[in-house]
């Protein structure tokens, strides 16, 4: 990893005025370059707890420590760094020094993974945005012994009404690549069918994947997806009735 922001300056954090949704720009904007950044940041007086620092282009946030996204693919831009939120420990005033650390210029040098919680280990929608049908549930072996996720503890059960059904995800994604998708699904049945739509926005989708599955058995889907002009991809899966899909993910290829 290569160091190349110690920010010149620092986000107080605490006082009276702690507790929500505080915006603390520090100095001023500086240059990045394009690349997988990581946002760290450390403290130099106090404690704090619930806190996300990260850096902003003045219509979005991106690369925020303490949040799930803290690894991040940055286009080339101006930003500065800000406190979106941050609790003083303590009470007291916090000195917060965010420091952002670029990681590479290519593929994501960690696990490459560009969705979040693909696989629901977290045991619920968690990253996921359900946006048609009703009564889907992410379950577990904890539920009922014949339940059997294609891998881990928990899979997506969607549609429990045999309804058609829909599960949102917007991506960060880097820009100029082709990307890779592949989840596995279990139909229950050969007429059960899921589908995959990509694209910039709502209005804009386009279907990349449709596919009946194999029945009862756990079935891989992969797709290769053209490289994207736009750095946010909303991913969409379409269930027609209920299907179970577990370890969904979404890569950069390796080119
Ligand atoms: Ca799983």
Redesign the pocket.
């Known amino acids: 990893m290569t160091f190349v922001n110690n920010h010149d300056g620092t986000c107080m954090v605490g006082g009276t005025n702690t507790g929500s949704n505080q915006y603390n720009g520090v100095g001023t904007f500086f240059a990045l370059e394009a690349g997988w950044y990581s946002m760290e940041a450390t403290t130099v007086d106090g404690d704090y707890s619930d806190t996300t620092v990260g850096v902003t282009d003045n219509t979005k946030y991106a690369c925020e420590y303490g949040r799930y996204n803290s690894r991040s693919w940055l286009p080339a831009n101006t930003y500065n760094a800000v406190v979106r939120r941050g609790l003083s420990s303590d009470g007291g005033e916090v000195t917060i020094r965010p420091v952002l650390v670029k990681l590479a210029d290519g593929p994501n040098p960690e696990s490459g993974e560009l969705l979040v919680n693909g696989?629901?280990?977290s045991g619920d929608l968690t990253g996921w945005t359900q946006t048609a049908g009703n009564d889907s549930n992410v379950v577990g072996a904890a539920d009922a012994d014949w339940i059997a996720?294609?891998?881990?503890?928990?899979?997506l059960r969607s549609s429990q009404g045999g309804r058609a059904a829909s599960f949102d995800q917007t991506v960060k994604v880097p820009t100029g690549v082709p990307l890779r998708l592949t989840l596995w699904s279990a139909h229950y049945n050969s007429e059960r069918t899921l589908a995959v739509e990509v694209g910039p926005d709502v209005q804009h989708l386009t279907r990349i994947l449709f596919t009946s599955g194999d029945g009862l058995n756990w079935h891989e889907s992969m797709v290769d997806i053209p490289a994207q002009e736009a750095d946010v991809m909303l991913l969409r899966i379409i269930t027609d009735n209920v299907v179970r899909v577990?370890?969904v993910s979404l890569t950069q290829t390796i080119l």
Not at 149 to 155: L, V
Request: charged letters at 35%; zero cysteines.
């Open positions: 696989g629901f280990e996720p294609h891998s881990g503890d928990w899979m577990d370890d």
